[in-house]
């Protein structure tokens, strides 16, 4: 009996310890943390100057996607923030864009970056940080490489550079081929020398030219490369700088098909008279009858009163995809989503998407002529 009175007053006191120390200080013991309430993700791109369509495109991509999972009930009911900054494509504000976004915003998860140079730049920080990031748009080999918390939405410049020649060779009858890039862009340089390398295989690269990013009088080059007579040109640059390139090639009379890639998307709103007739490697066509497609233009011209590029759908397939890691991991511990992220097999509005052992997606390259200012699909090419 007298044992059985001790162990009641051992209790009355643990108890009474317990609920006094609960209550000490206005009630500042350690709980258990609670869920998060918001999700945070950064995307970094170009939001200002002459790249800024790509930049707005990803971030008004992903904003849609995040009210679509937000008007859904959230990730297990937290809502998903975007949170984007401007890099200017800059390497410099791209890396400091980042250190903001892990610092001061407390992201879990990056979107971006939307260049390649700009998110090679970020990529070695990322790796020590163990961030999670999901380039839509960084074709740039070397952005997945070594890289396990890296993954890209976009197919690689290898991939649409070797693509854009097989096309050319077989579809296009083209034997002789011209190239002319910016050496001092990544992006550029790549499907440049994957193209040039695919094309010498079956026929002959007559010219290789390169310029640097503040050129704008082409026509010495075009006069050497018309010399030559191609019967393809490739271009692998960006609107502002290739739309300037097309409009000297059509006022010297060069009769040449010119090719680009994916950074041509967009062309047709402000060149459309001098991109008639040329090809592009794209990630997806707005003339695609596919659910999914339609659906997203319908819900992005809604939000945004204009037509999505496929930039603004890789940034909204991007922000899907990173929300379903996040989903699957059921944690927001950067080791976990980053699992899930190798993990995925889903469909997005430019294609089903898994991604291989360097963080690459498996997924479909089309083709796009411009004819009357529209996106037509010459070809598809490859996928799963």
């Given at each position: ?177 011209a190239v002319l890039y910016n050496i001092e ?54 609107i502002a700088k290739v739309g300037v390139i ?128 529209e996106h037509v699909v010459a070809g598809k090419?490859?996928?799963?």
């Amino acid at each position: 009996m007298k044992k059985r009175i001790t162990v009641l007053m051992i209790i009355t006191i643990l108890v009474l310890s317990t609920v006094l120390a609960g209550c000490n200080a206005g009630g500042t013991t350690a709980t258990t943390a609670a869920p998060a309430t918001v999700i945070k993700l950064g995307v970094i791109g170009p939001l200002t100057g002459d790249y800024s369509q790509y930049g707005v495109a990803v971030e008004e991509g992903a904003k849609l996607a995040a009210e679509e999972i937000n008007a859904a009930g959230g990730i297990n009911g937290a809502m998903v923030e975007i949170i984007a900054y401007d890099s200017k494509g800059d390497k410099t504000e791209g890396v400091n864009a980042y250190n903001r976004l892990r610092d001061q915003d407390g992201i879990v998860g990056l979107i971006g970056g939307t260049f390649s140079g700009v998110t090679l730049a970020i990529k070695e920080i990322a790796i020590e940080d163990g961030m999670p990031v999901l380039s839509p748009t960084a074709t740039n080999l070397e952005v997945t490489l070594n890289a396990p918390n890296v993954f890209r939405a976009c197919y690689t410049d290898p991939q649409q550079g070797s693509t854009a020649a097989i096309f050319a060779a077989d579809e296009l009858g083209a034997t002789k081929a011209a190239v002319l890039y910016n050496i001092e862009d990544p992006y550029s340089e790549g499907l440049a020398v994957a193209f040039r390398d695919q094309f010498a295989s079956t026929g002959t690269i007559t010219n290789y030219e390169g310029y640097t990013k503040n050129d704008a009088d082409f026509k010495s080059v075009l006069t050497k490369i018309q010399a030559q007579d191609p019967d393809v040109l490739f271009l692998p640059d960006y609107i502002a700088k290739v739309g300037v390139i097309l409009a000297q090639i059509k006022e010297m009379g060069i009769d040449v098909v010119a090719m680009g890639g994916d950074g041509w998307d967009g062309i047709e709103i402000d060149y459309a008279d001098v991109a008639e007739g040329h090809y592009l490697v794209n990630h997806y066509a707005k003339t695609d009858p596919a659910e999914i497609v339609q659906n997203f233009i319908s819900a992005y011209e809604a939000k945004w009163s204009k037509s999505p590029n496929a930039l603004a759908a890789l940034g909204y397939d991007s922000t899907k995809i990173m929300a379903d890691a996040i989903l699957r991991a059921g944690t927001t511990e950067s080791a976990a989503v980053v699992a899930a992220l190798a993990a995925t097999d889903m469909d997005g509005v430019a294609g089903h998407v898994t991604f291989d052992e360097n963080g690459d997606p498996n997924k479909s390259i089309t083709i796009i002529q411009v004819i009357n200012g529209e996106h037509v699909v010459a070809g598809k090419v490859g996928g799963n």
